[in-house]
């Protein structure tokens, strides 16, 4: 639990505890269930979104609340007074405070957490940083990522490695999950790549599982976190492995171009910045956060995404996402033309769902409900997945769900 000294910690937090007044205060009752929806009209009203379109593609980039986003917007008025002093001697300071309370959330220590902006730049320090000889075997699976996809790609153009994927059914179960990777290993595998959460369909991988076969097999294990961090509750110390790289402009509501990057203690001395640095921050993780000249209004207003996020409780907002996906995936089952991309089981899923269509493709069913009705989806095109993917937030109201699954009906005749 936050308390007064986590949010106070270091003056270089002390402009965040202005904005702190800003944020909902009211303690949240016990009873506070999913479907408590005064409690979650309260959330829905810190956000000021656009009300005349129903917006169900939260996975990509997700609004801020209010008090959010006037703290970014606070601290870029503050660096602009004079950039060459408030910039790196005012604010740039606080990233030590930021880095502090988001490892408290991840569940690491500071030391191993690098402020990033957003997910595949994380990731592509963990590919691009290792050493890695002709022939060795990087092992993922073909529903991960494109750009990660694509960063592999150019390594096995420039590096003679090979890239081997592992393909797998819609909704997988988690132990089917592990068997595939477990049968794909070979002696020359030496990184095991995979997701927390996949971006096509929201299923969620058994990842302490098969980080420890990559550990066992002696291969490094790099983990993409972009839909899984303040999606649903977990600690990185308890999944085992070696890189971890999130964004936090989807679920902890940051601002756009903000993530962070977890490495191993005994990675970060032996891997190699994506920018170089100087040799004596080898061993320091902040090697990987250097880029040239950079904003800090963004980072410094995770600060005050983390006190909204804690304010609302991980369990509570993960059980309130299940609770949403539940409330349109159950009114649309039966259907003999749909297809749920999506398992229903927690340790499957979580907020995120996708659905299919036989007989029309992702985009027709998106520019329809965009078209029609102003709702915003996702369309899924892959070889191995076809369909529209449907990410609700906190914010979003049963009743623009209610709209959403009549715009399916109509679509399905």
Not at 343 to 367: K, M, Q, R, Y
Not at 370 to 398: C, D, E, N
Request: hydrophobic share 45%; charged share 20%.
């Amino acid at each position: 639990m936050l308390t007064r000294r986590h949010l106070l910690a270091g003056g270089a937090l002390a402009t965040a505890a202005t904005a702190a007044a800003r944020a909902p205060t009211t303690p949240i009752a016990a009873p506070a269930a999913p479907f408590d929806e005064d409690f979650w009209a309260e959330v829905g009203a810190q956000f000021t979104g656009d009300r005349t379109l129903i917006n169900l593609n939260n996975g990509g980039v997700s609004p801020s609340p209010r008090g959010v986003h006037e703290a970014f917007v606070r601290y870029l008025q503050i660096a602009n007074q004079a950039p060459a002093y408030h910039l790196w001697q005012v604010l740039e300071p606080g990233i030590e405070a930021v880095r502090r309370e988001l490892a408290v959330e991840a569940g690491c220590a500071p030391e191993n957490l690098a402020i990033t902006r957003n997910a595949s730049e994380g990731l592509q320090i963990a590919q691009l940083g290792l050493d890695l000889e002709p022939g060795d075997q990087i092992l993922t699976t073909d529903q991960d990522y494109p750009r990660m996809l694509d960063t592999w790609r150019q390594r096995v153009r420039r590096d003679g490695v090979v890239l081997k994927t592992i393909s797998f059914p819609t909704p997988a179960s988690p132990g089917d999950l592990v068997a595939r990777f477990r049968d794909a290993l070979t002696p020359r595998t030496r990184v095991v790549h995979l997701c927390h959460i996949t971006n096509l369909t929201g299923q969620i991988f058994p990842v302490a599982e098969i980080c420890a076969l990559a550990r066992d097999a002696g291969a490094v294990s790099i983990v993409d976190g972009a839909h899984a961090f303040a999606h649903f509750p977990f600690r990185i110390d308890a999944l085992g492995c070696d890189f971890y790289a999130t964004s936090l402009h989807k679920w902890l509501f940051a601002p756009v171009g903000t993530g962070f990057l977890y490495v191993r203690t005994e990675r970060i001395a032996g891997h190699w910045a994506l920018q170089p640095t100087a040799e004596a921050r080898d061993g320091d993780i902040r090697k990987f956060e250097e880029i040239g000249t950079h904003p800090a209004a963004n980072h410094h207003a995770v600060a005050e995404a983390l006190q909204f996020h804690r304010w609302l409780g991980g369990a509570r907002k993960a059980a309130r996402l299940r609770w949403l996906r539940a409330q349109w995936t159950d009114a649309l089952r039966g259907h003999p033309r749909l297809r749920f991309l999506t398992g229903d089981d927690p340790d499957w899923s979580c907020g995120i769902g996708a659905f299919g269509v036989d007989g029309l493709a992702p985009g027709e069913i998106t520019s329809a409900l965009w078209g029609r009705h102003r709702i915003l989806a996702t369309p899924i095109v892959h070889p191995q997945v076809q369909g529209v993917r449907v990410t609700p937030s906190v914010y979003t109201t049963p009743r623009e769900l209610e709209v959403f699954v009549d715009a399916v009906r109509a679509l399905l005749g």
